[in-house]
């Protein structure tokens, strides 16, 4: 029986799969950066919007450091 847990190599991706995946990832990015400039505009943050604004920025280095792996995936 073949032992499928084990990577034996390289995995390739479907260069169609990462350009859709890189897309998704802008549009998300975007998405973020206008949610974080709108409640940065605030003049008075109260505790929701602190947490909002942490949370955002977390999903937004995220997406960021996705794109950046998928972005060297293309390169191999």
Known sequence: MK???KNRGEVSIDP???????QQ???EIRLLEKWLNA?????SKDA?????????????RSRQD??????KQEKQ
Do not use: V
């Open 66 to 71: 996705m794109l950046e792996i998928l972005r």
């Open 16 to 22: 169609e799969l990462l350009s859709q995946g890189e």
């Open 39 to 43: 409640l940065n505009a605030t003049a």
């Open 25 to 27: 990832l802008f549009s």
């Open 48 to 60: 929701t919007d602190i947490r909002l604004i942490t949370t955002y920025q977390d999903m937004l």
């Open 3 to 5: 032992d499928f847990r």
